[in-house]
């Protein structure tokens, strides 16, 4: 059970450091509030569009696209946000209603979702992560726009408004290019998926810093008690409810983990962002942000825990071909090979099991061709002994297996 939990801690800790890190560099003030609008529009406009762009183009449709997940997880995502709306009529008043409801439901499952998935699953992770977060993007921007203008006087609640806001989003748009590549397998230029790749590779940890920036203890003690309420309601009683059902129906291993962490991430940062577009409650907003950002450390683990150690949900090996710790998965080939080539770190902490063969297994290596020179007089070689050079233990790159001369 002990390694079930530091597991844990080793998949979630290096993204919540880097939320904790955000927080640090904006009081030191190495950032502040304009850099966390630059880098929050450039990821959302360039980064993490190539992020679900490359997750896509490498995704296994046959296995990552799985149409009963789908379809649950849209129904559970529409029951958590009836749930959480009529919740908020019943706690707060009216003029907080629409702050109150997308803080309930409306997860950060672009950034802090899609990395927990990429850390514990790898590839597949990402790719059933990319796939969802389509699915999420459409769902939170709609439906959060329609709570947010029943209550503000600001935001039209047309449904040709909403239409443009979706079908313009750069994330919808990446994944909406992305799809035919990946059905009729076209690659791109190797140069071309690089430069992707160097701004794939900024999405997380820019973005992560960028929430951190923007949690604030002062708008935290003005909300009080509202916002806890809203966000108990995001880290304890959906994600308690949909993982459940989910469970019940059927789901087990990476489908219901991912599940979890899509619905047990917090507050998107996005919903602060709105809720000013809006004219609302803004203090609200940014309130509940900071506790499911913080209730996320303790929550997510706890989640990741009993799943793990229920069986329901099981993190994949580092030479299994997914990722240990990292949130980037595409690493994770680079350390399993250097780690057969090189013989560095993972190979020593025991992750490549090495077998013998059995000693009746043929010579792998043909045999020297026969010579007519008599052997050297000063030392009397068996005739069927292996040279030094063959006695040496010999290691395939993909087989990872270790042969003896018999």
Known sequence: MLAIFLTTLTITAPVFAMLFLGVLLKRINWINDNFIHTASSLVFNVTMPALLFLGILHADLHSALKPGLLIYFAVATLLSFALAWGWAIFRCPREDRGIYTQGSFRGNNGVIGLALAASMYGDYGISLGAILAALVILFYNTLSTIVLAVYSPVIKSDPWSIFKSVVANPL????IVATPFAVFQIGLPGWLESSGRYLADMTLPLALICIGGTLSLAALRKSGSMALSASLVKMIGLPLVATLGAWLLGFRGPELGILFLCFGAPTAAASFVMARAAEGNHELAAAIIVITTL????????GIFVLQAGGGSECCGVCEGHSRASPLPHLTAFSCWNSVKCGSGLAREGYITVT???PDTPRSLPAP????????ARRHTPRNAATPHESLPRYS??????????
């Open 172 to 175: 919808i748009i990446s994944v």
């Open 295 to 302: 209730m996320a450390a303790v929550t997510t683990n706890i």
């Open 356 to 358: 013998t063969d059995p």
């Open 369 to 376: 061709p026969e010579t007519h020179q008599s052997p050297p």
């Open 397 to 406: 790159h993909c087989s990872k297996r270790r042969a003896h001369a018999p």
